[in-house]
């Protein structure tokens, strides 16, 4: 049991973390260029092109950590990440969470606007969909049953806490 939350973590950590770096580096132009539809943003300003480019490399640096630290992890029952899984799973991660904004804009939601469930696992949904599209054999060995589980629960858990902290520390402007 302990296993599987661990291999879950760690399988994630590369779409956990872009989120973050986002929040942290993000600002600048927005990704929509300000453009409308039916009045509303596409996306609006909460998507901008250096959060989504620093929250990508910054998961694939965590895969390439995480790569370098496997080795040294006792019984070698963690995965190792091949490149495309390195870069998929935080590319996938932002283009969920960026797929959820222009949802939250067409269903009239401002940009900030919380939206329970789909805040929490569209980055999830984004970075397992892509994972699986470019690597289904790497996908189907570490995305086991168990694994997917854990990582659809664990995830929300996790999301909330680090928006509340980083919330906390005044890094972002909503808790969630
Ligand atoms: N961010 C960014 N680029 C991204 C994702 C996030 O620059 N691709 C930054 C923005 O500064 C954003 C913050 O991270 O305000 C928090 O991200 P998120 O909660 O996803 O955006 P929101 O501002 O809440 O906007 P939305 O309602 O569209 O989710
Ligand atoms: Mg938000």
Do not use: C
Request: hydrophobic share 50%.
């Amino acid at each position: 049991m302990l296993e599987v939350v661990v291999i879950a973590f760690w399988a994630m950590l590369p779409a956990y973390i872009p989120n973050n770096a986002a929040v942290l580096f993000g600002g600048g132009r927005p990704i929509d260029g300000g453009r409308t539809h039916n009045g509303r943003r596409l996306l609006g300003d909460g998507k901008t092109w250096r959060g989504t480019v620093a929250g990508t490399l910054s998961g694939i640096a965590v895969a390439l950590a995480l790569n370098a630290l496997s080795p040294h992890v006792p019984n070698g029952f963690l995965p190792t990440f091949p490149v495309v899984a390195m870069i998929a799973l935080p590319a996938g991660a932002m283009g969920g969470d960026i797929a959820a904004s222009l949802m939250k804009r067409r269903l009239g939601r401002d940009r900030g606007a919380a939206m329970p469930g789909l805040d929490q696992l569209d980055f999830v949904v984004g970075a397992l969909l892509l994972t699986a599209i470019v690597t289904p054999s790497w996908f189907g060995e570490t995305f086991t049953l168990p694994v997917l589980l854990v990582v659809v629960v664990l995830t929300p858990l996790l999301h909330v806490g680090s928006n509340v902290l980083a919330y906390g520390f005044g890094w972002k402007d909503e808790p969630y």
